[in-house]
């Protein structure tokens, strides 16, 4: 029979009483539930609200179009031979609405309040009226519109609306104040559209309106309807320009529209809900408007409305989630590394934390098992004591975690806390039960002398396997597609392979320092050593945590280095250098010098370009650009730019004769071969051999490139004009470059001359809220894992804080001075946290190196359509994550250390040694 059995009230009682005597103890464990419940319930929020944030952000953004569910239906003599004018009646538009309405299920939410539906003319109509403005002598066009509630919805400036019904020569209609101003025309105007249907079409402009509400669904669902808009067209190798305008007519006069040429188009906007739609439906919204697409609904669609020629347009919402969807479930695995990582951190804390407790309380337990306590009582006892302070700790930090960032769903923040209360309550019991299910005399636990089970030693064996198949999982498959905890969970495996065999070595150094102090003066750094060597292997338990908190803070780090790193490069591809200022032909003389002389521009290196499109064997065609350039000045440029590697600036300084050295991409080196070959210029047929490869170049935005001498070039070319050999592109390099001040230095130069920023174009990389939420999560664990790595360690420094005052108590009674008191308390400690800390700082390249090739965090870097113009974003050691860390833990460590001898130096050597203590 057991001393502890069952909720009874002297079990209670003893419990009440463990609580009351050790406060601090009880408070701390406490702490340290709250603060991991709080993370581990915050992070679904935290990755909820961010999809969420963004889904609505690019909604929001969008226009509305964009952001709809569209249907439309042709109205025409020929697609409806039979009752064509019933189709474009506001009751027909109405009925086909409802049913729309009435097939709409969840997920599909929209916003009804901006619903638009109307007619508008099938086509385009020329506008011949004299007087109107044609900017390249193009006639403007027209738009008729006839959407419901004009009246609601404008307020009339000037004029009168239209009247309801059209006559056979033509329509009434109204325009907005900027088209209206735009075509210079007031109410009373007519303006004619020609053969329609063998005669005449005049659009009667009645008034002029202004919208009530500009930026309502109703004035920018049909392209043009607020204002005008300048389009263009190629013809005859020029770029012309004309207006498009539209006109807006009385619903109830749409029958009017089926006189033009090819009818009307009945059409319906339903913009989606933006604040009711959240990221994890997006994917059972895609297969929604799949179906409305080309199902069963879109039957039920046409037969419950009056338009049997309807469809649902593909453009739209689907269009706009399927880019969402893609980087969503790209980034999704990188965040799931972010999560796991953290949550082994914390959760190895908590099991070290229960460790050092069951380890400090052995002798107690010991106690009561001598007494007759059962183990399951005991391991009821202690779960009941570590739930009093776990449960309402968690609850604590659920509560919280809601409270700051509330998700749509409360199960997996609530799952989470629980899971961390149900952790720290039985991580106790479990491990003192382990401790004192059987027996055992009184032994010394010197890590130097006791020897690893066996146990111990296949379970280290099988954590490795298991790294290893982690490892080799993640380079082969890579972290791409739906998360996978195994792959997801690699690096912090590592870490903890690693931390094991730290463990197991951690005799070694500290023993061999203890050798090499043996024979110093003094007794500060001999005796630091020995008790070092003879810490019991409980007291570099946290040495665990600390080198997977470690790995885990620089892991962070290197992700959020390679997606720095990844833009960085992207941008530098894309521009060449610090700024580009380019032309389709050669540029004006003196541009050079005025970009020159702009703030901050340290070089100015101008490149003659131009791209070759010629046919191959297999009938395609092979594009490339052909670059003229000065050897030395773009040598140095390439090296200052970092890309591409060096430029054999004496290699391409041919003699000015046939076949020219050249230095071409690799793709194309291997296409020319080693041998002369004729490639077509400008400067007409060029025969060049390629002396070098390099797989980028400034001069290139990207693909295959050749790079000439320009010099060279002009010397093969003496019989064509120095003009011929201007350049085309400005490669401008310096320190704080702005883009406007290149811009106003440049727009003298005439139009047609692009001008590109390097930090600009970086600075593009960034903008979509889907990319920020995650780095925010990286940052959030960089920043969780070294606040666990901290406490690892101050959860050692307060194990050992009584022993280690009892020990400086009895020192200061044998007479060693105050400083050498400290000096022991931070040297006995300090090869612990200098071995932990190198652990972490080799163990982390270890591990971006291990998963490199396997970790594309081009999602993280690019949107999805950036990605395809983009080199990709792998991990990257950053040696600020790697060192810093690790540097403030020691100093941390050595600052408690040192605190905590001058403190015990302060009090009374009655208060530290008592009889029986021992050290």
């Not at 007494?371 to 509560?399: D, T």
């Not at 093969?716 to 592109?729: G, S, V, Y």
Request: proline residues 7%; charged residues 20%.
């Amino acid at each position: 029979m057991g001393l502890i059995r069952g909720p009874r009230h002297g079990d209670v009682s003893l419990f009440r009483a463990r609580l009351a005597a050790f406060p601090g103890a009880t408070a701390a464990s406490a702490v340290l539930v709250l603060v991991t419940a709080f993370l581990a319930a915050a992070l679904p929020g935290a990755v909820e609200g961010y999809e969420n944030g963004a889904l609505r952000e690019t909604l929001r953004e969008a226009s509305v179009a964009g952001r709809s569910v569209t249907l439309s239906a042709p109205v025409s003599d020929v697609a409806t031979p039979f009752g064509t004018e019933s189709l474009l009646t506001p009751r027909a538009l109405a009925s086909t609405e409802a049913a729309f309405r009435r097939v709409v299920r969840p997920p599909l939410a929209l916003d009804r309040d901006a619903t638009v539906y109307g007619v508008r003319s099938a086509d385009e109509l020329p506008l011949t009226d004299p007087g109107l403005p044609r900017p390249s002598g193009l006639d403007p066009t027209a738009t008729l519109v006839a959407q419901r509630d004009l009246a609601a919805r404008a307020r009339l400036v000037e004029g009168r609306m239209p009247r309801a019904r059209g006559d056979a020569g033509g329509v009434e209609a109204v325009l907005t104040e900027s088209t209206a101003a735009r075509l210079g025309v007031t109410a009373g105007a007519v303006l004619h559209v020609p053969q329609t249907l063998g005669s005449g079409f005049t659009i009667r402009v009645t008034g002029v309106v202004a919208p009530r509400s500009p930026a309502a669904a109703y004035w920018n669902a049909e392209r043009d309807v607020r204002a005008p808009e300048l389009n263009s067209v190629a013809r005859d190798g020029r770029i012309d320009r004309f207006w498009h305008v539209t006109a807006l007519v009385d619903p109830r006069a749409a029958n009017a529209l089926l006189r033009l040429r090819n009818g009307a188009v009945a059409y319906w906007y339903h913009p989606a809900d933006a604040e009711a739609l959240t990221a994890r439906d997006v994917s059972a919204l895609r297969d929604r408007l799949a179906a409305l697409r080309a199902g069963p609904d879109v039957v039920r669609l046409r037969e419950g409305g009056r338009h049997h020629g309807l469809t649902v347009e593909e453009n739209g919402l689907a269009t706009l989630l399927e880019p969402f969807e893609r980087e969503r479930r790209a980034a999704r695995p990188l965040v799931t590394i972010a999560a796991v990582s953290v949550g082994t951190v914390a959760g190895t804390v908590l099991l070290v934390s229960a460790g050092l407790q069951a380890t400090r309380r052995r002798s107690e337990l010991a106690l009561l098992r001598a007494r007759g306590a059962g183990l399951p009582g005991l391991a009821a006892g202690l779960c009941a004591e570590s739930a009093v302070a776990a449960f309402p700790a968690a609850a604590a930090g659920l509560a919280l975690a809601l409270l700051v960032m509330p998700p749509d769903t409360w199960l997996p923040a609530v799952a989470a806390a629980a899971a961390v209360a149900a952790t720290a309550s039985l991580a106790l019991p479990l491990r003192a039960v382990a401790a004192v299910r059987a027996p055992r005399p009184e032994r010394r636990d010197d890590l130097t002398a006791a020897r690893p089970s066996r146990r111990r030693t296949v379970a280290e064996l099988t954590a490795t396997v298991v790294v290893t198949g982690a490892v080799v999982a993640v380079r082969r498959r890579g972290t791409g597609g739906d998360p996978d905890l195994f792959t997801a969970a690699a690096p912090v495996l590592i870490a903890v392979v690693a931390a094991l065999v730290l463990l197991r070595v951690y005799p070694l150094p500290v023993r061999l320092l203890a050798r090499l102090t043996r024979r110093l003066d003094g007794p500060v750094l001999h005796l630091g050593a020995a008790r070092a060597g003879r810490a019991p292997s409980t007291a570099v338990l946290p040495l665990l945590a600390v080198v997977v908190a470690l790995t885990m803070t620089s892991f962070g780090g290197s992700v959020l280095a390679g997606v720095a790193e990844g833009r960085d490069r992207a941008a530098v591809a894309k521009v060449g250098a610090d700024a580009r200022v380019e032309s389709m032909s050669a540029l004006p003389k003196g541009l050079a010098e005025r970009v020159s002389a702009v703030a901050g521009v340290r070089d100015v290196v101008g490149v003659h370009t131009e791209t070759v499109v010629e046919p191959n064997e297999s009938a395609a065609r092979t594009q490339y650009e052909v670059a003229a350039v000065d050897p030395e000045r773009y040598a140095r440029l390439v090296r200052d730019a970092g890309t591409g590697g060096a430029l054999p600036a004496g290699a391409l300084a041919g003699h000015g004769r046939e076949p020219l050295p050249a230095v071409a991409s690799p793709r194309l080196a291997r296409q020319f071969g080693k041998g002369p070959v004729t490639i077509p210029t400008s400067f007409g047929q060029v025969r060049i051999r390629v002396v070098a490869t390099r797989d980028t170049t400034p001069a290139a935005h990207a693909g295959e490139f050749v790079v000439l001498s320009a010099e060279a070039l002009a010397r093969a070319r003496a019989d064509l004009p120095p003009a011929a050999f201007e350049p085309t592109t400005l490669l401008v390099t310096g320190r704080d470059l702005d883009g406007d001040a290149l811009r106003r230095a440049v727009r003298p130069a005439g139009s047609g001359i692009a001008v590109s920023v390097r930090a600009e174009e970086r600075a593009a990389f960034a903008t979509t809220p889907l990319q920020t939420g995650a780095s925010r999560v990286y940052l959030a664990a960089v920043a969780a894992s070294t606040g666990y790595s901290l406490l690892a360690l101050l959860l050692a420094t307060v194990h050992n804080a009584a022993q280690r005052r009892a020990f400086l108590a009895r020192l200061r009674i044998m007479g060693m001075p105050g400083p050498q008191r400290q000096w022991l308390a931070v040297l006995e400690t300090l090869p612990q946290v200098l071995l932990g800390a190198v652990g972490g700082v080799l163990v982390s390249p270890a591990t971006v190196l291990l998963l490199r090739p396997g970790v594309d965090l081009t999602a993280l870097a690019f949107t999805t359509a950036k990605a395809a113009d983009a080199q990709g974003a792998v991990l990257r050691v950053e040696p600020a994550s790697l060192l810093l860390p690790a540097a403030g833990l020691v100093v941390l460590a050595c600052a408690a250390l040192t605190a905590q001898a001058w403190a015990a130096g302060r009090r009374s050597e009655g208060t530290q040694l008592r009889i029986g203590d021992q050290q």
